[in-house]
């Protein structure tokens, strides 16, 4: 049980509800830009041929959006290992000056008390 809540305490819960509203927004967004180009290929193209333009136009836009999404994840594994580093910083920090309270204590432990 401990580790499920340890789990709901390191989900940032607010992250998550943005990032699915804008993902939401793309999506439709996508939808709209859908039938736009369905129509504009429509219009463009002569008769009989629109198959072939539809599979030009499905491959280009793929290329696309896999070279969009490589960038984007790749820039987002460069700010998780920023924010990976600097946690272990903090975490160093928090160890030092715990660390430091602990000999803080035994020196005054080892000082003899004078009345």
């Known amino acids: ?8 305490k390191s989900l940032n819960i607010k992250a998550v509800i943005v990032s699915l509203i804008v993902s939401s927004f793309g999506f439709v967004a996508a939808l709209f830009w859908r039938d736009a ?24 836009v793929t290329i696309i959006a896999v070279i969009a999404i490589y960038f984007v994840a790749n ?7 920023q924010d990976v580093r600097e946690l272990k910083k903090l975490k160093r920090i928090k160890e030092i000056k715990k660390l430091k309270r602990i000999k803080n204590l035994k020196r005054k432990k080892a000082q003899p008390v004078t009345a």
Do not use: C, N, W
């Open 1 to 8: 049980m401990a580790g499920i809540e340890e789990q709901a």
């Open 75 to 81: 820039h987002l594994t460069r700010l998780d290992l």
């Open 37 to 60: 180009i369905k129509e504009l290929i429509a219009k463009l193209v002569p008769e009989g041929q629109g198959i072939a333009y539809s599979f030009g136009a499905a491959i280009a």
